[in-house]
């Protein structure tokens, strides 16, 4: 009895020591570039790290951008639209860095240097807006609340305003995309208990950049409403360099994938080798494609796609031809490209049509750090005694946010599982992001239906028209809720299906893909403004959305996105019915860390 004992307790311990040193299964590798050890690497350790990281820059970046409008309106003495404008000519910039940090990552940097190189610069940014706020711009102190104007400012200190914010942009632009996929990273799809913690991610990391929003929107917004610009931009640097010492913090725990190369000569190779073969008849079969080695894909933890139909032209390129024999020997790419290459072309192709569709539904969620803004100073901002700063009101969204992640997660997902019989799991990624945009359309109708009441009760004949409605902020509440609610649909979706439909070497990029739709509707509100003021504005009637609110009509305008995001989401059907998801081959473990790797210990 006693030996058996011996022997259940060896048993045990065997298996403990053998989970401690198991590999992860996704290709992942530590710091030094060797595989992972699950137990040393990643997971929530990691994964907790990486999100209070993101919900400090968060707080950081709400910090400046939550309030600019209101800056550029009473520090820098520009007029409602043309702030409006700049605010959201800005913000798409942001997200158009995104590009740029999206490609260094999966190109030549790898997540983790990236992440490092542009919060560094964010932090930089931050710095010199303080320091220029500070020295040149709130001048004289306490001035850009709403009684005191700031003075004029010379050109040399405008010039350094805007490379400061345009700093914030590159920092933070490069950052946000590497960030979520380096977060995900940390998750072993390839492992039954990890890749739920995986999904679970990216609803954790988009309340995360919810609640650091609401600091931001709310302690730091009320300082800044109050004119005390200088503490809330250095409060932002704080938590900036805060959160870059966290991310460093975590640098011996996090998992790594390799970079795979330059992804635009790989598209480009595709097109070029399939117009050479133009002429060659193309095989019935996908079998009859070249398929390559797959060593290339198993040295960066890759996996093959499987060839799907569609595009057709494209599998030209992986067609082996008499003067190809050659080419496989030397893997002259631009003659011969495999059918995983040939598939990566073909997913980029297919994400493209829903990706445009989410860019109106940008332009909606835009409306938040710009017109809500103006729309709630123009109503009263009093409680009792207590002033409400109108970007304060943002943080219904962040309550809405982190109410529907919870409720999704725990009730209707369950429910909507239970439900359906015909397929597994709960609403797929593309069902939630149609959710998004109608609960999308609900939110501009009750924006609309707000504004229109407002006016009613409006001073037309008033001069700044601040608190100028008898009609309380607070019915400001449910546009707000509504939004926050499509953003948990859309935005959370977004995150997912970009990330799980990008190919193993373009996870950056689909996580960019979800901020650059966000940038584009910036632009596209920035320009929709600009067309509606110069239809609108005739001799008698100063646009829709004037200097003064009051004597123009902001409702009209919510209507009109309300309707463009209806046809939107009509689109949006089309482009998700005919959508083909890819399909990966399941990884070789053995072509990846070797055939005598005893069973991936350590």
Request: some cysteine; charged content about 15%; glycine content about 8%.
């Amino acid at each position: 009895m006693a030996c058996l004992n011996i022997d259940k307790m060896c048993q045990r311990e065997k298996k403990m020591k053998n989970e401690k040193d198991e590999y992860t299964l996704d290709g992942t590798v530590n710091k030094h570039g060797q595989p992972a050890v699950r137990a040393r690497t990643g997971r929530w350790f990691a994964g907790v790290l990486l999100l209070v990281n993101q919900g400090l820059a968060t707080l950081a970046f709400f910090g400046v951008g939550v309030n600019l409008v209101l800056f550029l309106t009473r520090v820098m003495g520009q007029d409602n639209a043309e702030a409006a404008n700049n605010v959201s000519k800005w913000t798409g910039t942001v997200y158009i860095f995104s590009l740029l940090g999206a490609f260094l990552s999966d190109s030549y940097w790898g997540r983790y240097k990236t992440c490092a190189i542009f919060q560094a610069i964010f932090v930089a940014g931050l710095i010199s807006l303080s320091l220029t706020s500070y020295i040149f711009l709130v001048k004289p102190n306490g001035c850009g609340d709403e009684e005191t104007p700031c003075g004029s400012h010379s050109t040399f200190s405008v010039a350094l305003f805007y490379v400061s914010i345009y700093l914030i942009a590159l920092g933070n632009g490069g950052y946000q995309p590497t960030i979520a996929t380096f977060g995900a990273d940390q998750f072993d799809e390839d492992h039954p208990q990890e890749s739920h913690s995986k999904v679970a991610f990216f609803s954790y990391f988009y309340l995360a950049l919810n609640l650091g929003s609401l600091f931001s929107n709310t302690i730091l917004g009320y300082f800044e409403d109050k004119g005390m610009w200088t503490l809330g931009f250095w409060a932002s640097a704080g938590s900036a360099i805060l959160a870059l010492v966290l991310f460093l913090i975590g640098t011996p725990r996090y998992r790594h994938f390799k970079p795979t190369g330059n992804p635009l000569s790989r598209f480009c190779q595709v097109i070029v080798a399939a117009t050479r073969k133009w002429k060659i008849e193309q095989p019935s079969r996908g079998l009859e494609l070249y398929e390559g080695d797959g060593q290339d894909l198993a040295d960066n933890g890759s996996r093959r796609i499987l060839h799907t139909q569609g595009f057709k032209f494209l599998d030209r390129a992986a067609i082996i031809t008499s003067k190809d024999i050659g080419v496989v020997l030397v893997n002259n790419q631009w003659h011969l490209c495999s059918v995983s290459q040939v598939e990566e072309v073909k997913c980029i192709l297919r994400l493209l049509p829903i990706w445009l569709c989410t860019i109106l539904y940008s332009v909606v969620f835009t409306q938040m750090a710009s017109l809500f803004v103006e729309q709630g100073a123009a109503m009263r901002t009093t409680l009792s005694r207590f002033h409400v700063p109108p970007a304060s009101m943002s943080s219904f969204d962040i309550l809405s946010v982190a109410s529907f992640i919870f409720i999704y997660r725990r009730v209707l997902d369950p429910l909507v599982t239970r439900l359906k019989k015909s397929s597994p799991g709960g609403l797929t990624e593309l069902q939630r992001m149609g959710v998004g945009l109608i609960i999308a359309i609900m939110a501009m109708v009750a924006a609309g239906i707000v504004e229109h009441f407002r006016l009613k009760s409006a001073d037309k004949k008033c001069s700044h028209c601040s608190n100028s409605s008898s009609l309380s902020i607070f019915w400001q509440v449910p546009q707000y809720v509504l939004i926050g609610a499509s953003e948990v649909f859309m935005y959370v979706g977004q995150l997912e299906f970009f990330n799980g439909q990008a190919p193993d070497g373009l996870k950056s990029f689909g996580s960019a893909l979800c901020m650059t739709s966000i940038s584009l509707g910036n632009y596209v509100s920035s320009l929709l403004v600009s067309i509606v003021m110069k239809i609108s504005t005739t001799d008698k009637m100063p646009g829709w959305i004037p200097g003064n609110l009051n004597k123009g009509h902001l409702d009209r305008f919510y209507f009109l996105l309300a309707a463009l995001t209806s046809a939107d989401f009509l689109v949006y059907l089309i482009c998700a019915k005919w959508y083909k998801y890819i399909k990966f081959e399941e990884r070789n473990i053995e072509k990846q860390y070797g055939e005598n790797h005893d069973d991936l210990r350590v």
